[in-house]
């Protein structure tokens, strides 16, 4: 069970890329071994019989029908299996909810100050700036320093939630 605390973040994409082998039982098997090792902070065990504990299924099944097809979406560790969420898309993050407006107006005050109140997009100074995600939050970007960008009101509303390699191919053609 996930901490009430975290929530999953889940890219279909990613994870249909990395999973695309497996069977519908064979994915909710994984998917417990996942939220197992998120949960745990640890690597799964290498031990079969608890490795099938987890999924909730016989030794057997696991060895007849899930053993290679699942383990082939895991890294082998020094100590247990591990989760490599670069390949697997789907990551464990801390609920932490929109920044109070106190943190945000900081965050905002030094993006604005790094690009010289100017808009990273069109290069209109001073204004109405806001302070954009170039890969928005909805497609799975943060709020760290790199991932923000002073913009104007006007290039920030047009963006919308593009990601910024297609908004900059779109504007370069205008």
């Known amino acids: 069970m996930i901490p009430d605390e975290y929530s999953y973040r889940f890219f279909p994409q ?11 039982f064979q994915d909710g098997c994984y998917r417990r071994l996942i939220d197992k090792y998120m949960t745990s ?4 065990p ?7 504990g987890i ?11 899930f053993c290679d ?3 082939s979406c895991l890294k082998n560790g020094s100590s247990g299996w591990i989760v490599d969420f670069n390949e697997c ?5 801390p609920k932490l909810g929109r920044a109070p407006s106190s943190v ?3 965050i905002r005050s030094r993006v604005f100050a790094r690009d010289d109140y100017t808009c990273g997009y069109c290069g209109e100074r001073g204004g109405e700036l806001e302070c954009d995600h170039k890969d928005p939050v909805s497609l799975g970007g943060g709020d760290e320093d790199t991932n923000l960008i002073t913009s104007c009101f006007r290039c920030n509303r047009a963006k919308g939630d593009m990601p910024l390699e297609a908004w900059m191919s ?5």
């Open 69 to 71: 097809k699942i383990l």
């Open 89 to 93: 898309g789907v990551r464990l993050e």
């Open 55 to 65: 999924c909730r299924i016989s030794l057997k099944e696991w060895k007849d029908n």
């Open 170 to 174: 779109l504007i370069e053609g205008i």
């Open 104 to 106: 945000w107006n900081d």
């Open 14 to 24: 990613r994870y249909l890329d990395h999973a695309f082998h497996l069977t519908l």
């Open 41 to 44: 902070r640890s690597p799964l």
């Open 46 to 52: 290498f031990d079969e019989v608890e490795l099938a």
